[in-house]
């Protein structure tokens, strides 16, 4: 990092506007967190966050394009067309609030978070120091409370305080502090670290979907391999991942053959759908449900339960991401037979946008065998186009490309939203749209004839739990 001047085109307009309204009607009103860690950076931020001395009641007067959300702390989202800009009222660390010393160590464990404070208290809450600066637009000034800029200097995750409280506080900030690691290149500072080694059983204490949350995000941030490295080293991923860490600690390179594809995807902005992070987990000993005879898995869906529902269910994971896993999976045997033997898919089976991450999957497993036995990978990419199937073949859902994750769906349901679409198997039929991604124009490749009746069946059980669950995905589609 060399430069702490940020040039103005970097900065989306909305983010100025919003900046520039607050500070004309006399407030404060800065650039906070990761968009001035990553743009210091020279990296392009996910999003554009504001910190404010405006409450959300003034927000709400000084913009008409502002809604107000969250229950117990309150935040403006102003919001121009598919942008939002999250601005936040400075808060302090509740703790600090409180007179006298901090109560016994259980006692640190934060459960409520909505105590207005000054810039400075507000920098101080704040988890790591590279996410605790603030950028003054109009003095194009970084504001430094935290020493932020000195670990931006020396790549350093370092918590904001005693990391040993900040942790006991919070302990999904562990999370958080491996995913910048993995994610910006960074070392974790010592102290920092120790205490990610003390304290790491303590996220049993965290709400069950806020771990999950920050499990798909570790997986789905660009640095997949880092991050299951990282989580292997300081023992979190004992209390994190435990359905797999024995076998990750006997084989610790196990999973990152896949774990590059899907770093690879995120790179190419095809960020995987749960269903895909999920799967991708268990990968190696899933392998004979993409086989056609010898290692042909006998019964199929049990095995997919016996690797798949105790994290599930440790982790409540939502039914449509199990669901799809499931699909996915069941699928790959068919993929594999019509791929190599030309033969069709079946006709009642989902549409093309719900196949792609089945297609995607397939692709994926497909490069990492071949390159583990010495193909190249322009000789994979020739293979992969041949295949008879509509491609591309993506890891990512329905077709949006990197989840926009402060983009309101404001599309109209029903009326022109509804338009033919062609299934993957050639098949017409009337279904809502999904929004426009350029490869939508690509056509349908024409399947190959189907093959002369030496298609392989699928075993009973394999048949009916597919029709199963394309009739469950689709009922649970028409209900939303
Ligand atoms: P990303 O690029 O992944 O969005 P980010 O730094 O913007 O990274 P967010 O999760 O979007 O991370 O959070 C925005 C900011 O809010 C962080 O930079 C940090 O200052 C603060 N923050 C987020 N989570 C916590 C937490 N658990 N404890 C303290 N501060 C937090
Ligand atoms: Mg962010």
Not at 37 to 52: E, H, N, Q, V
Not at 182 to 210: C, M, N, W
Not at 234 to 240: I, Q, S
Request: net charge negative.
């Amino acid at each position: 990092m060399s430069a702490t001047v940020i040039p103005l085109d970097k900065i989306i307009p909305e983010a100025q506007k919003v900046i520039r309204h607050l500070t004309r009607s006399g407030h404060k009103a800065y650039l906070v967190g990761g968009c001035v860690r990553d743009l210091l950076l020279g990296r392009a931020p996910k999003d554009f966050d504001i910190a404010t001395d405006a409450t959300p009641s003034e927000l709400r007067e000084l913009f008409r394009n502002c809604r107000i959300i969250g229950r117990r702390f309150r935040l403006a989202h102003i919001i121009f067309g598919n942008k939002i800009i999250e601005t936040a009222t400075f808060r302090a660390n509740p703790r600090e609030d409180e007179e006298g010393a901090p109560g016994p160590a259980d006692e640190l464990y934060i459960h409520r978070d909505n105590v207005f404070g000054t810039a400075e208290q507000d920098a101080r809450r704040r988890d790591f120091t590279v996410n605790g600066l603030f950028y003054d637009l109009a003095a194009e000034q970084v504001l430094d409370y935290v020493d932020g800029l000195t670990d931006l200097a020396s790549r350093s995750v370092r918590t904001i305080g005693d990391p040993n409280v900040r942790f006991r506080e919070d302990p999904v900030r562990m999370l958080r502090a491996v995913k910048f690691a993995a994610r910006l290149g960074f070392d974790i500072e010592d102290a920092t670290y120790q205490a990610l080694l003390s304290h790491g059983k303590e996220i049993e204490k965290s709400p069950v979907p806020r771990v999950l949350e920050e499990i798909f995000r570790l997986l789905r941030g660009g640095a997949a391999v880092e991050s299951l490295m990282l989580l292997r080293e300081c023992g979190l991923l004992d209390v994190l991942l435990p359905e797999i860490a024995p076998q990750l600690a006997e084989h610790p390179g196990l999973l990152d053959p896949y774990l590059q594809e899907i770093d690879r995807s995120v790179a190419s902005g095809d960020v995987p759908v749960n269903a895909v992070l999920l799967v991708s987990l268990f990968l190696p000993n899933l392998l004979s449900l993409f086989e056609l005879e010898t290692r042909r898995q006998a019964a199929p869906l049990d095995h997919i339960s016996d690797m798949l529902a105790p994290l599930c269910a440790r982790l409540r994971v939502a039914r449509r991401d199990v669901d799809q896993a499931k699909h996915l999976l069941l699928i790959q045997r068919r993929i594999t037979q019509a791929r190599m033997r030309g033969g069709k898919l079946p006709p009642s089976t989902l549409h093309r946008e719900e196949m792609r991450p089945a297609f995607g999957l397939h692709a994926m497993v497909y490069r990492v065998q071949r390159l583990a036995a010495g193909a190249d990978e322009a000789a994979i990419a020739q293979e992969i186009a041949a295949w008879p199937f509509p491609g591309p073949y993506l890891l990512g859902g329905e077709g949006d490309g990197p989840r926009r994750e402060f983009a309101p769906d404001r599309e109209p349901r029903g009326g022109d939203r509804r338009r033919r679409r062609r299934s993957f198997d050639g098949e017409e039929s009337e279904r809502p749209s999904v929004p426009a991604a350029a490869h939508e124009s690509t056509p349908a490749a024409p399947n190959r004839a189907a093959s002369s009746g030496d298609d392989e069946p699928l075993l009973d059980e394999e048949e009916a739990a597919l029709a199963a669950f394309v009739a469950a995905m689709r009922s649970g589609r028409d209900e939303e």
